[in-house]
C-alpha cells in the first residue's frame, strides 16, 4: 500500500500523541539545576577517571541497557565533535558473559561478577534504572564499592534503592517509564556534550 493510500490517524491515535507529547513538555519542564548538578558531578567524575587512565562502566536492564550501549557509543566513537575515541563500556553487550553468569550465580550478578572483573580504583560506574530498584544494578554497586569504584545513577521515580548507594545521580522527575527513559537519553546527550565542551588536543580537560 503506498503512502497515499493509508488513513489518516483516527482520534484515538490523535489523542494518544497529543497526550504522549504532553507528558513528555511536561517532564522536561520539570528539569532544573539540581538536575543539571547531578550530570555535572558525574562528568567530573568521568573527566577524573580518564585523566588517570580509567574508564567508565555503564549498566542497565532492558530499555536502559540501550541507554548503556547508546551513550558508550557516542563516548567511543563520536557525539558532535572530532576527537579521540574515550574509554567507557557497556556492561550489557558480551552475551556470553551475561548468560554464563546468570546460568552460575543468578541474574542479579550479571553485572557485579563484571564489575569485579573489569572495575579498577578511580574509574566510574553509571547505573541506569527507570525504578531504582534494579536488584542487579544494587549488586553492581556494592561491587563497585567494595572496587574503589565512584557511582553514579540515572534514576526515576523517588530514586529507589539506589538513591541512597551512589554518589549522586540524576533522577527523572518522573514516574512513568518512557518517560523516564527519555529524560535520561536527554540528559545522557547532555553529558557527552559536557565532556566534549571538556575536550583538549592532548585530552579530556
Not at 19 to 27: D, G, M, N, T, Y
Not at 54 to 81: F, I, M, T
Not at 92 to 103: E, F, G, M
Request: net charge negative; charged share 20%.
Amino acid at each position: 500500500m503506498s503512502p497515499a493510500n493509508h488513513p489518516a490517524p483516527d482520534a484515538d491515535d490523535t489523542r494518544r500523541f497529543a497526550e504522549s507529547a504532553a507528558e513528555l513538555r511536561a517532564a522536561l519542564d520539570r528539569l532544573g539545576p539540581e538536575h543539571l548538578r547531578a550530570v555535572r558531578r558525574l562528568a567530573d567524575a568521568v573527566l577524573a577517571a580518564w585523566r588517570g587512565g580509567g574508564k567508565l562502566l555503564l549498566c542497565g536492564n532492558g530499555g536502559s541497557a540501550a541507554d548503556a550501549q547508546h551513550l558508550a557509543a557516542e563516548l567511543v566513537g563520536r557525539y558532535l565533535r572530532e576527537r579521540p575515541g574515550w574509554a567507557a563500556m557497556a556492561l550489557t553487550v558480551n552475551t556470553s558473559a551475561l548468560t554464563a553468569i546468570a546460568n552460575d550465580y543468578g541474574y542479579e550478578a550479571v553485572f557485579a561478577r563484571q564489575v569485579e572483573a573489569l572495575g579498577r580504583p578511580g574509574d566510574v560506574l553509571l547505573v541506569i534504572s527507570t525504578s531504582g530498584n534494579s536488584a542487579n544494578c544494587v549488586a553492581a554497586v556494592v561491587a563497585a564499592r567494595a572496587g574503589g569504584l565512584a557511582v553514579h545513577g540515572f534514576l526515576g521515580g523517588d530514586g529507589g534503592r539506589l538513591l541512597s548507594l551512589v554518589d549522586a545521580a540524576f533522577v527523572a522527575p518522573s514516574f512513568v517509564t518512557p518517560r523516564v527513559q527519555e529524560l535520561h537519553i536527554h540528559m545522557g546527550h547532555l553529558l557527552c556534550r559536557l565532556l566534549e565542551d571538556a575536550w583538549a588536543p592532548e585530552g579530556p580537560a
